[in-house]
């Protein structure tokens, strides 16, 4: 006659429960963080830009979004192909925005963000306005501290001397009537 021979279950479980918890030294699983491409040249340089104006008033850089690159897209190729590239009217939008159309040239993302930045000169925070017969609206919105995200782009328009419209997107707006951008 042979043995069978029962072992409790309850106890292999436990052994080997016992195992895996008592080896500290088998390495932690991690997952690799996900890597976002390479912003395209442009975006860069547009995001560069800003965030160097933001940085020197002390608030946090802003993200590039896909989604406000290609709102900005679509807007400043239809006032290129049936606006005759002139200024959009982006008073109806629901995010901040600011454009430059610059005659006689093609501007790059950097000098785009220079011309706005250039109101500074003209801005008085301490009492967040503005130096009379001045505009510093463009300016205030680069370095709004609410908004976090960015989307831009440019159109070469031929119909203007090869002129160039340049138009970026903020999310959430700034110039909040009563608030300081900073």
Same mark, same amino acid.
């Given at each position: 006659?042979?043995?069978? %021979?029962?072992?409790?279950? *309850? $106890?292999?479980?436990?052994? =080997?429960?016992?195992?895996?918890?008592?080896?500290? /030294?088998?390495?932690?699983?991690?997952?690799?963080?996900?890597?976002?491409?390479?912003?395209?040249?442009?975006?860069?340089? *547009?995001?560069?830009? %800003?965030?160097?104006?933001?940085?020197?008033? @002390?608030?946090?850089?802003? +993200?590039?979004?896909?989604?406000?690159?290609?709102?900005?897209?679509?807007?400043?190729?239809?006032?290129?192909?049936?606006? @005759?590239?002139?200024?959009?009217?982006? =008073?109806?939008?629901?995010?901040? @925005?600011n454009q430059l159309w610059a005659g006689s040239a093609a501007v790059t993302p950097s000098k785009a963000v220079e011309e706005w930045v250039k109101e500074k000169d003209f801005y008085i925070h301490a009492n967040n306005s503005c130096v009379a017969n001045h505009e510093c609206g463009v300016y205030t919105q680069v370095?709004?501290?609410? $908004?976090? +995200?960015?989307?831009?782009? +440019? /159109?070469?328009? $031929?119909?203007?001397?090869? /002129? $160039?419209?340049?138009?970026? *997107?903020?999310?959430?707006?700034?110039?909040?009537?009563?608030?300081?951008? *900073?």
């Amino acid at each position: 006659m042979k043995m069978i %021979h029962f072992f409790p279950l *309850f $106890s292999l479980a436990a052994l =080997t429960i016992s195992i895996i918890s008592s080896n500290a /030294a088998w390495p932690a699983a991690t997952v690799p963080a996900p890597v976002s491409p390479p912003l395209p040249p442009a975006a860069q340089e *547009f995001l560069d830009s %800003h965030n160097k104006a933001r940085a020197e008033v @002390g608030v946090a850089p802003l +993200q590039w979004s896909d989604k406000l690159a290609k709102d900005t897209s679509l807007l400043v190729r239809y006032q290129r192909n049936k606006m @005759g590239c002139d200024f959009a009217n982006l =008073t109806t939008s629901k995010y901040g @925005g600011n454009q430059l159309w610059a005659g006689s040239a093609a501007v790059t993302p950097s000098k785009a963000v220079e011309e706005w930045v250039k109101e500074k000169d003209f801005y008085i925070h301490a009492n967040n306005s503005c130096v009379a017969n001045h505009e510093c609206g463009v300016y205030t919105q680069v370095v709004w501290k609410n $908004s976090v +995200q960015l989307g831009c782009s +440019q /159109a070469t328009c $031929s119909v203007k001397e090869k /002129a $160039s419209l340049t138009i970026c *997107f903020y999310d959430p707006p700034g110039n909040v009537i009563g608030e300081t951008p *900073f």
